[in-house]
């Protein structure tokens, strides 16, 4: 089998001189989108794909209820439609021969290694494509090539408002990165009460870990994994309806549905000196409620 973990792959961690027994990070994108999906258990449903029922509006026909004395009510058929999210598999397969293993300083350590570094990159592919979901909803701010401005977000929570889909549990805005840049450039241009709660924000707001704090009381993330549009002329980002943790069980923006939890397995082969080191996880993510979403996009 080609592209097996040996001693030169890993030759780093072989003794030729004193090596720290520690493995630094890789520069990784950040799952950002996905955990602020309505979370679906699959497992034990004997189907890979959830129906998600909504409810068709007939308020927008106030005449429908119309009603006049002596009578009768006309029917009104109670109407539905849905949304689903289908699971996919995703997967990882990293073969690491036996010298790699009894010959680096971490020995069998490099599995446990390989399985954490396999688990983060399982929940940034399932990122990927909850990003890519950004730029879809109907509802839309911004103009190609001109930058993100405080006004957009502004615009993009009073669009939301606008749509009316019911709130408890709040929204969030997730900004591709020239997005982040540019919102950060307009806060430090902005007033001085802005300027001052902006510069108050904590630590684990400073950007480096994805969170850029709070706007209009909605937490502002930033992600690597939204999608560009416009022959990339573009970034999208946007505002949407939280499912986390309960929030709008009932009008969150995206869902995401687990048929298998992320899975390591180590398959030992004999005739090839080695193990099969795989991690796999079916999980899958789908737009919920439209109008629960508003898209921005803006210059990249």
Do not use: C
């Not at 929204?171 to 020239?178: I, N």
């Not at 904590?202 to 022959?231: F, K, R």
């Amino acid at each position: 089998m080609a592209n097996e973990t040996t001693t030169t792959t890993v030759t780093e961690l072989v003794n030729s001189e004193w090596i720290r027994p520690v493995i630094n990070h890789a520069a990784k994108a950040k799952a950002v989108v996905a955990r602020y999906a309505l979370q679906l258990d699959l497992r034990g449903k004997a189907t890979s794909t959830a129906a998600l029922p909504q409810e068709v509006s007939d308020v927008g026909t106030p005449a429908n209820y119309d009603a006049t004395e002596g009578t009768d009510l006309s029917n009104i058929a109670f109407e539905t439609t849905e949304a689903t999210v289908s699971s996919q598999e995703y997967g990882i397969l990293r073969r690491v021969t036996d010298d790699a293993v009894e010959d680096n300083i971490m020995g069998m350590g490099l599995y446990g290694y390989i399985v954490d570094s396999g688990a983060e990159d399982m929940a940034i592919v399932l990122d990927d494509d909850a990003g890519s979901l950004l730029d879809a909803f109907a509802t839309t701010v911004g103009a190609t090539t001109v930058d993100l401005s405080l006004a957009n977000l502004a615009q993009a929570m009073i669009s939301l408002r606008n749509n009316e889909m019911p709130a408890p549990g709040g929204a969030v805005y997730v900004l591709g990165q020239a997005q982040a840049g540019d919102y950060e450039t307009a806060l430090l241009a902005s007033t001085g009460t802005q300027l001052a709660r902006y510069a108050v924000k904590g630590p684990e707001d400073n950007g480096l870990n994805g969170s850029l704090g709070t706007w209009m009381n909605a937490e502002v993330w930033v992600s690597s994994l939204t999608d560009t549009a416009n022959a990339a002329a573009d970034i999208t980002g946007a505002l949407f309806l939280r499912g986390d943790e309960g929030r709008n069980p009932r009008s969150a923006a995206l869902a995401v549905v687990t048929s298998r939890e992320i899975r390591p397995e180590i398959e030992r082969s004999a005739k090839g000196r080695g193990a099969d080191v795989v991690i796999t996880q079916r999980k899958g993510v789908a737009e919920a409620i439209d109008l629960s979403g508003v898209s921005i996009t803006t210059d990249a």
